[in-house]
């Protein structure tokens, strides 16, 4: 009898030794006035996050183009490699928007991220809720979307990565995929316009005045990528930073437009951004 008390009570031990070192997964949502419907997103909060009262640094992750909120959790270890970190992270639905938002004003996406999902976060959750609490990475259409968010909002963020990131903006439409070229054009428009311009990772970097405002940025790309332009753009983005002044590092490695790439600069990604410092970067 006491042998099996013992081995219960090592069991139950066990058990809550191993619950401390899992993060916590929540699928949650908001009204979103920005694109005038309910919203979800997944939080995944730090191991300790129910046992103290600290606040977190929060890292948004933007998922690719026919993607959604889950995709994040169930394509890459998110969640084992979360549990290593006491960052909030959350990873709400962009559709297919480009995180733009749209010639018709109805699905404001850049509102909804901006205005609408980071407050409700720093409203329910113990989060940072400064600048320097706030950080947002994305991959292809998601690592576009971040880098856009930071050179429209600079002072909004203190740290930003695109893996992959689809600058397709100054190019248009996409002949080769008919759903791309589709939403390309619902958020920016057949021709080159002013909401080009808006938009345009490239011409934002050339409207900012004093560049030591932006936010380091983690620039990441497979050598190995097989889609329209994407390594080609992403170094003249790197030249232009160079160029700029602005702090940032690039890493072109091998692998494509893979899951499998993402992955490994995921977790590459976090572990920067547990070691970054804003005065030393």
Do not use: C
């Not at 996050?49 to 929060?58: G, K, N, P, Q």
């Not at 909004?156 to 893996?163: E, K, P």
């Not at 940025?217 to 030249?239: C, F, H, P, W």
């Amino acid at each position: 009898m006491r042998r099996t008390t013992l081995l219960l009570a090592i069991l139950l031990y066990s058990k809550a030794l191993f619950a401390q070192d899992v993060a916590t997964v929540v699928e949650d949502s908001l009204y979103s006035p920005g694109v005038r419907s309910q919203m979800k997103f997944m939080a995944i909060l730090p191991k300790n996050y129910y046992h103290t009262h600290e606040r977190y640094t929060t890292i948004y992750l933007l998922h690719g183009f026919s993607g959604n909120h889950t995709d994040w959790i169930k394509y890459s270890g998110l969640v084992k490699y979360a549990a290593e970190y006491d960052f909030i992270i959350i990873t709400p639905d962009g559709k297919n928007s480009w995180y733009t938002n749209s010639l018709d004003k109805k699905k404001n996406y850049e509102d909804y991220i901006i205005n609408d999902l980071i407050p409700h976060v720093e409203k329910k959750y113990r989060t940072l809720g400064t600048r320097h609490g706030r950080v947002v990475a994305g991959l292809s259409m998601g690592g576009y979307g971040a880098l856009k968010l930071v050179l429209k909002y600079p002072a909004r963020f203190v740290f930003a990565g695109s893996f992959s990131g689809a600058l397709y903006v100054p190019i248009g439409s996409r002949p080769d995929n008919k759903d791309i070229s589709e939403s390309l054009k619902e958020a920016f428009g057949q021709e080159r316009s002013e909401q080009w311009t808006r938009n345009d990772p490239f011409a934002l970097l050339d409207s900012v005045k004093t560049v030591s405002v932006l936010p380091y940025l983690y620039i990441s790309t497979g050598k190995d990528d097989a889609l329209a332009r994407i390594v080609e753009n992403n170094r003249k983005l790197v030249e232009k930073l160079q160029s700029r002044g602005v702090l940032y590092e690039y890493h072109e490695t091998s692998g494509g437009h893979t899951w499998m790439y993402w992955d490994k600069e995921l977790r590459n990604f976090l572990r920067r951004v547990s070691m970054f410092d804003p005065l030393n970067p």
